[in-house]
């Protein structure tokens, strides 16, 4: 079974016993692991020397050759530094030589990382929320500026990014679909193969908590003002909306 960080799916302070009697460990796919991303493990595991576990790998490998265009101009709007972008690139090339991710390839890298649950949907959403121009297609520019933000950003920024993925037809309001959408998108990738077993309504029962604190005029959709002023007063919802960071 495969076992998820428990910040919203459940109490990572308890540790209650399996039906054979063996204390549940604490999972490995924890908030520290997954804050290294999945996208990044992703395009530098065909960059990590051979036999080093490319799981445990930072961004700073050996300086390549071969550099994009614009290093100096990407290293300005991000928070990566020259050589975390040349490792970066040469995974990003290694794994995809024409220069653009599609989203099958997307979908692809998440059914590695989520094997036992049905990341398809959760990928959907994640790409539209990187194909900042809606083409189709993520450029090398468009990944790192995106990683960028969820990985080094500031509790703002990183909340702005978090209300793009969940405004889903991009109208700048989030409506109650739009956010179950997301989470049982979300549930359905890892919160079915958690310990203990989350009930099917969890995720509904999430979502109306959510709206009850963050529709302030009660018109039945969240506005980004509404969404950044309860998620940076609210500790509570600060902390569960961490659990889209751990899926990137």
Partial sequence: MKLADGSLLGDPGRTPLSKDGVKWQRPRLTRQALMRCCLVKWILSST??????????????????????????????TKFTKKELQSLYRGFKNECPTGLVDEDTFKLIYSQFFPQGDSTTYAHFLFNAFDADGNGAIRFEDFVVGL???????????????????????????????????????????????????????????V?????????????????????????????????MQLFENVI
């Fill in 48 to 77: 990590a020397p051979q036999g080093s576990d490319s799981s445990d790998s930072e961004l700073e490998l050996s300086t390549v050759r071969h550099q994009p265009e614009g290093l100096d101009q990407l290293q300005a709007q």
């Fill in 148 to 206: 960028s933000i969820l990985l080094r950003g500031t509790v703002h920024e990183k909340l702005k990014w978090a209300f793009n993925l969940y405004d889903i037809n991009k109208d700048g309001y989030i409506t109650k679909e739009e956010m179950l959408a997301i989470m049982k998108s979300i549930y359905d990738m890892m919160g079915r193969h958690t310990y203990p077993i989350l009930r099917e309504d969890a995720p509904l029962e999430h």
């Fill in 208 to 240: 109306e908590r959510f709206f009850q604190k963050m529709d302030r005029n009660q018109d039945g959709v969240v506005t980004i003002d509404e969404f950044l002023e309860t998620c940076q007063k609210d500790e509570n919802i600060m902390s569960s």
